[in-house]
């Protein structure tokens, strides 16, 4: 288990320079900076950190939208390694594990917040007022380079909170439907479902504020 007599030191490093991020490591060297990490080198955890981090912070940003508290929920994700690192046995990938638990600290975060957003309990529930699914063979969402960032950004942000982070996490940070089920404990088919439940939400933003904008 890590010394917990400086759980932070590598952490907190991060709000004053995030400093240069590592490329990915070879799945057996991973691996072997994990172990290490796993039995207390303070060193292997920053190596993590480093490597990790930016994709943490990207999550954290895009669920809250704001600089600051993504911060803060990045270094909260790192400190909730920390403190669990050892009971990583290896039953999915790790960059899927710590997924898992930064996305717990946001989730906890929205809940404090009482935002009056979709949880993702009732974002991973199936809908049958949403009427029969389609094929999931094809986007559902054709995004452009006619449709201005800044637009598709709040429409993301405006998502329900379920639904934007299934949207996050496979649509921006490329992970699989078998990645995401792992991390949010839920099926395959739900993760799917929920995706392009999203894609179809933004759809219709985008094209309320395309009117909107032929209309001004």
């Not at 490329?23 to 993590?48: M, Y």
């Not at 704001?66 to 790192?78: I, S």
């Not at 986007?139 to 960032?149: H, T």
């Amino acid at each position: 288990m890590p010394n917990s007599s400086s759980p932070t030191q590598a952490p907190s490093r991060m709000r004053q320079n995030c400093g240069p991020e590592q490329k990915p490591a070879a799945p057996g060297f991973e691996a072997e900076i994990l172990a290490r990490a796993q039995t207390g080198d303070h060193q292997a955890f920053a190596q993590l950190y480093s490597v990790h981090k930016r994709r943490i912070y990207s999550l954290c940003l895009r669920m809250v939208g704001n600089v600051a508290e993504a911060e803060d929920l990045t270094q909260e994700a790192f400190l909730q390694l920390h403190r669990k690192i050892a009971t990583f046995r290896g039953d999915s990938a790790f960059s899927t594990w710590l997924h898992r638990l930064a996305i717990n600290v946001v989730l906890m975060q929205l809940r404090k917040k009482g935002l009056s957003l979709i949880s993702l309990d009732e974002a991973m529930d199936p809908a049958p007022e949403d009427g029969p699914s389609r094929s999931f063979g094809a986007p559902d969402l054709k995004l452009s380079g006619a449709i201005d960032r800044l637009a598709l950004e709040k429409a993301v942000g405006d998502l329900p909170a379920g639904y934007r982070l299934i949207f996050i996490l496979h649509d921006v940070e490329g992970f699989e439907h078998n990645e995401i089920a792992s991390m949010l404990d839920c099926s395959i088919g739900n993760s799917k479902s929920q995706l392009h439940k999203a894609r179809l939400k933004l759809r219709d933003a985008l094209r309320s504020q395309s009117r909107a904008e032929e209309q001004a």
